[in-house]
């Protein structure tokens, strides 16, 4: 069965059950079409199909008659970032983000270095429907470009950003833990921490490009971490995900700060030194609601996705965004989930915090989000949302990504998945236990509509 999927972030599969090399060539050959010419900037994450899904990448760009600027192993964002500076007409990450070692992925970015906004999207699709063009001849190939300075150019715009202050977040002398997983930020990551004058200890920071655990940094996957944090009587650690784009942190304490927290407490930052608005997603904690409101700032909200979240910040001209995922967006430096800038926002602000990660979560607005997904048998997720709309009509609904509705003490957000007949649920109230026994409620809600 092939694990195929192609949306608006790219196509992603499983290496050897679907995402095959003519599969990659044809796609690659479509988003060439799509760019038309000029040149587009090339990194990957370390993981062990990386090079053989490059060479492939690279090398249809090339008999596609584009140019390529190939930045080699490095963050998503940092290809993001390349592609802004060096005025590139695109850009291809090859990472499968969180997935486990099998997968693989090409990301897929416009002139911007964002996503493909839904238009680009409905036009490469039309190109892969109507046809490809022919190769280039030998005479008008792209010419290849490796570029060293990529990772270089990230780091050092982001030490520059104007609300740091190197001088006294070095002071500090924070001690940290950095969990790469053995993925892109395995160099990048350590290297900014000592920049910012940090004692690093590294766990899993290596090339190897093999994942010593899953991938995704969820607290269930973290164990090692948190008891590295204790056991190096560290500060806090920061873990990436194989592509640098989420950021998620471990307190003092050896316990999780939710990746929730990571948005809300860069939004309070951020606010605090700039007035302006914010944009999270329908599945993304109050918290950020409560901070931008208390800095005199409004909080949009937009479908899931990080194309999505651009989009309504672009809208709005929001000065910081995000995901609850640990996804940070500071358009001052380019529109994309960054963990490096989101590590540069949470050392500044535990600097002038002047206490503990574990004490700054505590003075983060409290709430408590469940999750839950049930799989439908014979009934559209479309069925379900409608009776679900139709039932809960004393709450506030927003129907532009699934329905989320908002109750005085809580919200609920009901969401089909775009690949399998299943139904996610979140709920998030300010007791941890009301979220747990509200999202019971809800999934026998949906179970009984499903009968």
Not at 112 to 117: E, H, Y
Request: net charge negative; hydrophobic share 40%; with cysteine.
């Amino acid at each position: 069965m092939s694990t195929l999927m192609f949306s608006i972030s790219g196509v992603r599969g499983i290496i050897g059950g679907g995402l095959e090399p003519e599969t990659i060539v044809k796609y690659t050959s479509a988003y060439a079409d799509f760019i038309g010419s000029g040149k587009v900037v090339v990194g990957r994450d370390s993981r062990i199909s990386g090079e053989m899904v490059r060479t492939l990448t690279i090398g249809t760009l090339l008999a596609k008659g584009i140019d390529v600027v190939d930045i080699g192993i490095c963050p998503t964002p940092t290809v993001q970032f390349n592609v802004k500076i060096l005025n590139a007409q695109g850009g291809i990450a090859i990472s499968a983000s969180h997935n486990p070692n099998e997968w693989n992925a090409l990301k897929l970015l416009n002139s911007t270095g964002q996503f493909l906004s839904p238009d680009e999207f409905a036009v490469l699709s039309n190109i892969l429907q109507s046809g490809l063009k022919p190769y280039a001849t030998w005479d008008k190939l792209g010419k290849y470009t490796l570029y060293e300075e990529g990772l270089e150019n990230h780091k050092s715009r982001v030490l520059a950003l104007p609300f740091i202050d190197i001088e006294k977040i070095k002071a500090k002398k924070f001690r940290v833990v950095a969990d790469c997983v053995n993925g892109a930020g395995f160099k990048i990551i350590p290297e900014l921490l000592r920049d910012f004058g940090c004692e690093v200890i590294e766990l899993d920071c290596e090339s190897t490009g093999i994942f010593p655990r899953l991938p995704e940094p969820l607290p269930e996957n973290l164990t090692a971490t948190m008891k590295a944090v204790v056991d190096n009587n560290a500060d806090f650690a920061v873990v990436v995900d194989p592509d640098v784009d989420r950021l998620v942190l471990i307190t003092d304490k050896g316990e999780p700060f939710s990746e929730e927290n990571t948005i809300t407490q860069a939004v309070k930052f951020i606010l605090s030194k700039q007035k302006g608005d914010s944009v999270v997603n329908l599945s993304t904690t109050r918290g950020v609601d409560d901070v931008t409101k208390a800095a005199g700032g409004k909080l949009f909200r937009s479908p899931v996705g990080e194309a999505n979240v651009v989009k309504k910040m672009k809208e709005t001209g929001a000065v910081i965004g995000g995901e609850g995922s640990g996804g940070v967006i500071l358009p001052a430096l380019h529109y994309g989930r960054d963990a490096l800038v989101g590590i540069a926002i949470l050392l500044q602000h535990l600097t002038e915090f002047g206490g503990s990660l574990s004490a700054l979560k505590d003075a983060l607005p409290k709430y408590f989000i469940a999750k839950r997904k049930i799989e439908l048998k014979n009934i559209s997720p479309d069925v379900i949302l409608g009776k679900v709309a139709g039932h809960y009509k004393n709450g506030e609904i927003n129907t532009e990504d699934g329905i989320r509705i908002d109750f005085p003490d809580h919200w609920v957000h009901f969401r089909k998945s775009n690949t399998e007949p299943i139904i996610r649920i979140i709920t998030e109230s300010p007791d941890q236990h009301l979220s747990e026994k509200l999202i019971e409620e809800y999934v026998g809600k949906i179970k009984e509509f499903a009968k």
